[in-house]
């Protein structure tokens, strides 16, 4: 069984159809890389995966289980309880971190698993910095974000999504609001998450990165997946419009 499943989905802004009929499935354990040129529809599908944005047409499916489908025209959802196991499948991460500026590091990764998934204190706390640790950040547990760089920043709130134990990760540009040298960092702890089998779908400009790391690569374009496959069919496709984005990029 997929981990998740999209099937047929739509998303319309004032009209404007944003994503088409666009359906895909994500593996556990697998990794799924998202390129495509700016305004194609990438951050949308996320938002629609992770449910910030409702989905106008098709259904989403996690583990089987259905977190969002139409009913008489309208986005229609699990009852509470249920809506709230699914969630707590999947952790997001920003391209600008989102951190709360007036918590804590260790707050920061600490507070949505006390108060939202009502886990014990200390037990958090204790996993908390041993995320802390394992990002390279044992030091900066008391820091506030402004206090920190970017990629440290980055890294925190890297910590703060796999705080919720999230069966799979979604990562929209991580590394585009980050310095060239920064970037090397985040790539490495997605890299290391990968090694571990962590299942994750992350839209990245970084092609090197996407080739050596994703099991399956999407080239999107105006809201539906033009080429897809392994990283190497994706990269041998003759496609004209991605090989002027890949063009582009290098
Ligand atoms: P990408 O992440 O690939 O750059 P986006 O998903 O951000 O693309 O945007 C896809 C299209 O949807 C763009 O044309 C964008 O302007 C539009 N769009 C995204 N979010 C909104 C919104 N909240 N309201 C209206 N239009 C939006
Ligand atoms: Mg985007």
Redesign the pocket.
């Known amino acids: 069984m997929s981990l998740l499943e999209m099937k047929q989905i739509k998303k319309e ?2 009209g ?1 159809t ?1 994503i088409k009929d666009l359906s895909l499935s994500v593996e556990e354990g697998e990794v799924l890389a998202i390129i ?10 996320l938002r629609c995966a992770t449910m910030l944005e409702t989905i106008d047409d098709g259904e989403i499916l996690y583990q089987g289980k259905k977190a969002v489908w139409i009913e008489n025209g309208n986005p229609t959802f699990p009852k509470k309880q249920e809506l709230k196991e699914i969630q707590s499948c999947f952790g997001l991460v920003f391209q600008n971190f989102n951190l709360f500026p007036h918590f804590s590091v260790i707050k920061n990764i600490a507070d949505a698993p006390i108060h939202v998934q009502k886990r014990n204190r200390e037990e958090v706390y204790e996993e908390a910095k041993k995320l802390l640790a394992k990002m390279g950040l044992s030091d900066k547990a008391e820091a506030y974000p402004y206090q920190l760089s970017g990629g440290q920043q980055q890294r925190v709130s890297i910590a703060r999504a796999l705080a919720m134990k999230p069966k799979m990760l979604f990562f929209d540009e991580p590394t585009s609001a980050l310095d060239p040298e920064l970037t090397g960092e985040i790539l490495k702890v997605i890299k290391d998450l990968a090694s571990e089998h962590m299942t994750m779908v992350i ?1 990245t400009h970084e092609m090197d990165f996407a080739r050596k790391v994703a099991d399956k690569i999407i080239f ?1 374009e105006n809201g539906v997946i033009a080429v897809e496959g392994n990283p190497e069919e994706v990269f041998a496709s003759d496609h004209g419009r991605m090989r002027e984005f890949l063009g582009k990029l290098s």
């Open positions: 802004f004032e404007t944003v495509g040129p700016s305004g194609s529809g990438k951050s949308t599908l839209v999107m």
